[in-house]
């Protein structure tokens, strides 16, 4: 009797148990409901961050101690609502945006952490985001960073950019960044 009801009980432990982690994930194999095709998006746009500008795009936010005296500006913190364009001219059609915070991380290499949200506003994926977080070593010829996931036509999303300087003046500060971007998704 007792162990009747000791084994009744340990079942309904069981089929808690099954329940919760049910309940907590669930995988579903291919093909799953509404699948579609990966495809890869190629996207080739020019990035302009003005820092010296009546409406800047893009604004120091904070420094760290040594910031301005440190050859790499370590600890400088910027948030970023940049101009993407087909074209490198600024008056070349809009795009997107690229939103975001640069800092500044590294003591010996000129680097930033680039966290940024590319957001379109023309064309087919207009409303969609690409979400890209990585290293950015601005004086290297190319950068290459990780493209971590997106929304919209990107859910899923995965890949990698790649980042060239197109013109830098030392001057004013501003920069036209080429970017090329590419997506599974
Ligand atoms: C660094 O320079 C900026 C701009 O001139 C200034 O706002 C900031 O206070 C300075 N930071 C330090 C730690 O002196
Ligand atoms: C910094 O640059 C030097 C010289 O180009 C290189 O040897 C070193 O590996 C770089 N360090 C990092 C962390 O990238
Ligand atoms: C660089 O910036 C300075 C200061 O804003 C400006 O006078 C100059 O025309 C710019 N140079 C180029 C090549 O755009």
Redesign the pocket.
């Known amino acids: 009797m007792g162990s009747l009801v000791l084994s009744l009980l340990s079942a309904l432990l069981l089929a808690a148990t099954i329940t919760e982690s049910e309940a907590f994930s669930k995988t579903v194999k291919k093909p799953y409901p509404g699948q579609k095709l990966e495809k890869l998006t190629h996207f080739h746009f020019y990035l302009h961050d003005i820092v010296t500008a009546d409406k800047p795009t893009s604004v120091?936010v904070a420094?760290?101690?040594?910031?301005?005296s440190s050859a790499t500006a370590f600890g400088m913190v910027a948030v970023v609502d940049d101009i993407l364009t087909v074209g490198h001219e600024i008056t070349s059609a809009e795009v997107g945006r690229a939103q975001g915070v640069f800092a500044s991380t590294d003591q010996k290499n000129f680097s930033l952490l680039m966290t940024l949200n590319l957001v379109f506003t023309t064309g087919e994926f207009s409303g969609s985001t690409i979400s890209l977080y990585g290293r950015n070593p601005i004086m290297s010829k190319v950068r290459e960073m990780p493209i971590v996931g997106g929304t919209g036509a990107f859910r899923f999303g995965g890949g990698y950019a790649q980042a060239k300087t197109f013109t830098f003046n030392l001057t004013s500060g501003n920069a036209v960044i080429e970017y090329n971007v590419y997506i599974w998704h």
Do not use: D, K, R
Request: overall charge neutral.
């Open positions: 120091v420094t760290g101690p040594a910031s301005n």
